[in-house]
């Protein structure tokens, strides 16, 4: 393995070769025979044997898909070539089939990137015109307290109704208006931009 370019590593119990940077699992065990016999509680027990026969188990990361060469025909030390041959080939298919993962996870990646850049931007298009739509209602409520600010005032002056009072109110009124205006927006010592939202919201609950 190492004349082929492979490094061998040791982790306590396991014994793992490196081939073109894939770490195979490999085992050199003799093949055991076992024979079930009742004990003396009725339960079959199994006796484990030694066959002479040696193997050479390799496997990357299921222990169920291993490949085993072993003692037959022919010794286990003349089919060292076919070892070699089989462990470089696990180590390419091993490189194959991740390499077709990677891309198939690129591909599914891809399609999630599309499919959450679309739910953003249509989200995105939704809040901004919610915005829009909060804005012109916003506007076209101002423009009502205004004309009714306006008539107020205009009909007070008509029946020479001026006072201390309502001028007082008048001025509070149009600073509101001011503030609640989206072309103005007048900063207010008292109410923040949350009760723009929701102050209209809450006058119709109380109209329904």
Known sequence: MRARGHQ???DRHTTNVVVFGEKINIRLQEKLHFEESPNKYGWNTRTYNPSDILTFRMWTTFLWKQKVYSDGKQLLEKQLSRVMAGLELMAKKEIYERNEREKR????R???RIIKG???RIENEARAFKALFEQAIRL???NIIIDYIQTVEANAITNDNISEELESWIKWAKDKVE???P???KAD???NDNYKTNIFKELLKEWQ
């Open 105 to 108: 996870w690129a591909v599914e």
């Open 140 to 142: 076209h409520q101002a």
């Open 189 to 191: 010592p008292l109410l």
């Open 8 to 10: 061998i590593e040791v």
């Open 118 to 120: 679309k739910k953003e």
């Open 179 to 181: 503030w609640y205006n």
């Open 110 to 112: 891809e399609k999630e």
């Open 183 to 185: 072309l103005i927006n």
